[in-house]
């Protein structure tokens, strides 16, 4: 029993010596690292980021000024000084954001700690809730994102140097903290307008501050506060009239006469709108994004990926619950303790809920608001304090003290495993798209100028045109000018517009324009994962197995023709997609395609040979169509009753092969052994 005490008693002592500050900046660090990292090598481009891209690559870095100076002209040069850093590589850019996304929980630890000394479990709460809320879901997508976790670091940094300035005995450093407060408040304010609510959590910390220092009356605090703020508001006006009357934004969620137009045009429905969006917003931020988001992305996982991301989930809770017993045995506690201290934990409830009411309100008052699909959580990233401070709040005020470390230790467990099955769906994503990319060039060695790619994907989809001519324009032809190749996305609308024949412009900003004309359209589809990507061929339209009726709707509008079959073939950027994947089934099917577009029965013959002695074979059977067509052209008919006997066996996909041969004009007309073995 002596022996079990004295081993104790030594590590108490052992615990005593170990600096706790350090100890919660790591254990921050790590439930980040949890969250973000165990994919971050397998995430690539997605989105907005292409035509960034393209830019970046066509145009120089310097382009990117002039890209985004219609809208937020500050954010080209921040963007043009990080692309010439990081350039076309995936990996920079993710660990460039993820930097940003740890340095900035970092700030709000210290931050925390400065106004909320002696709790450190509390404290390193709620950082760890701000670094793990699964309410925003754009991480992956670091290209486009590493410029809003700029900005709202750069906001909490600007806060930080303001409680710096202003709890500094020495003038001098006051002023400088003040000056570098007031830069790196201007310098977000001119990327992100949005999150101008940032300056509402700084003044209400300031007048925190002048409740701390004793200030003998409410009016007294007033002047306090106002005086401590009056450098940023005074930066604030001249920034606001800039952004109203001297600058002409292009887009009308940055125009800021444009928006104060319609609510004197709509006054009613317009403040009907900002107060029902913004009560919405506030309880999907501080509430449902800590369980919607992760519905559909743990319904539709995988088991393994599920398991890992529960063993992720269990060792995040664990180092939660390690820490809150560090922090007890340190006996950091205060006289009064966490638990009974019910004005320190009303402060935070009133704190966090201005501040997610002021990050909320200039979102819906643009037009905006927060809603987990087409990227829209990108709104509730900036909410994070308040919603950190709000949820800490109410757990102390309401929350028994023995359950606390529990609830947040499941908090985090659930973000780590909602972050880590996110991550999952956004490397899928990227693992398609430099699949089409890489089918397609083995495909199309080169496309006609003005062609109009028109691409489906199994794997979310294509959000804007950009996601497939950006990439199309750096493969096909990466030279200054208009971008060699057009693109639409894949949509009902899409699909009358090539019915029609139509000609339209599209201008990307202010950078460049580009005819799309709905006669010149190439189709390439994939509809399941179980398919490689088809080129369509309009005039005898082979629609893979499990096609939409969309796709069979839009085929014949697709010209196989924009392919140029004798070129020579182009690679995508390795540094971008990187090297050739391994030559599966889907290499020989694309090139087996092509050689069928050139007629060359020959090398259609041989690469299915090739293929069969690998040992491929296709999932989707209308992949055997090349080669069927090949042997029957070369009067194979033992090999060619053997690939019919394969197709054959899906009598879905064989009748609607065989009704599209036999519609097919005669410049298309299949062979006629081709028909016997697999129509009669």
Known sequence: ???????????ARGLGSIPEPPLAYCLVLLIGLLCYAPLLSQLGFYRDDWYVLWAGEVFGPRSLITLFSIDR??????????????????????VYSLALRLAGAAAFLWLARRLWPGRPFQTTAMALLFIAYPGFLQQPNANTFSNQLFGYALSIFSI??????????????????????????????????????????????????????????????????AVRFAPYMGAFLINAYWRAFVFRSSRVTTDFSGLL????????????????????????????????????????AKYRPLLVSLALAGLGATLVLAYRWFC?????????????????????????????????????????DIRWDSGFDRYTLHTTVGVSLLLIGLLWRYARPAIRPAIIAALVGLSIMIHFQNAVHWRDFWQVQKDLWWQISWRAPQLVPGTVLVAQIPVDGFYEDYEVWGPAALIYGPVPGQPRVAAQVFSEDT?????????????????????????????????????????INGSRPEAPASATGLVLAAAPFSHIERIEPEAEQVAPPMAIFG???????????????????????????????????????????????????GYSNLGL???????????????????????????????????PLMLQLLCE
């Open 1 to 11: 029993m002596r022996m079990l005490e004295e081993a104790r008693t030594r590590i």
């Open 160 to 225: 930080c140097l303001t409680l710096l300035a202003v709890q500094s005995e020495s003038r001098i450093r006051k002023a400088l903290f003040t000056l570098l407060a007031l830069a790196t408040a201007g310098l977000y304010w001119l990327l992100y307008e949005y999150m101008i609510g940032m300056e509402g959590l700084r003044f209400l910390l300031l007048w925190l501050l002048s409740i701390r220092e004793g200030a003998d009356n409410a009016w007294e605090r007033v002047r306090l506060t």
């Open 261 to 300: 137009a319609r609510y004197f045009g709509e006054p009613l429905h317009m403040l009907a709108r900002l107060s029902i969006e913004t009560g919405k917003d506030l309880i999907e931020s501080a509430f449902v994004g800590w369980v919607v988001p992760a519905y559909p992305l743990v319904e539709n």
């Open 637 to 671: 008919v033992q090999q060619a009753e053997q690939i019919s006997s394969r197709i054959r066996g899906d009598e879905f996909v064989r009748h609607a092969l065989c009704d599209v041969l036999a519609g097919s004009p005669p410049s298309e007309a299949p062979h």
């Open 495 to 535: 699909m009358h517009k090539m019915r029609l024949g139509l000609l339209e412009g599209r201008w990307m900003r202010v950078l460049v324009g580009m005819p799309v004309d709905y006669n010149q359209v190439l189709l390439i589809v994939r509809p399941t994962l179980a398919s490689c990507n088809h080129a």
């Open 328 to 368: 007890r045995r340190r006996a950091f506690q205060s006289g009064i303790g966490e638990g009974a201290d019910l004005s320190r934990a009303r402060e935070m409830m009133r704190i966090g809920a201005l501040a997610l009411f002021l990050s909320v309100a200039p979102v819906v008052f643009a037009g905006r």
């Open 73 to 94: 002209p500050v954010m080209g040069y921040l963007y043009a000084f990080t692309y010439s850093l990081f350039g076309p590589h995936p990996l920079a850019w993710q």
């Open 579 to 629: 090297p050739e994947p391994a030559r599966g089934w889907c290499y020989y099917f694309e090139k087996a395609d092509l050689a069928r577009q050139r007629r060359d029965w020959q090398e259609v013959v041989s690469l299915g040979e090739q293929a069969l002695s690998e040992n491929l074979r296709p999932r989707d059977v209308s992949e055997w169509m090349p080669f069927l067509e």
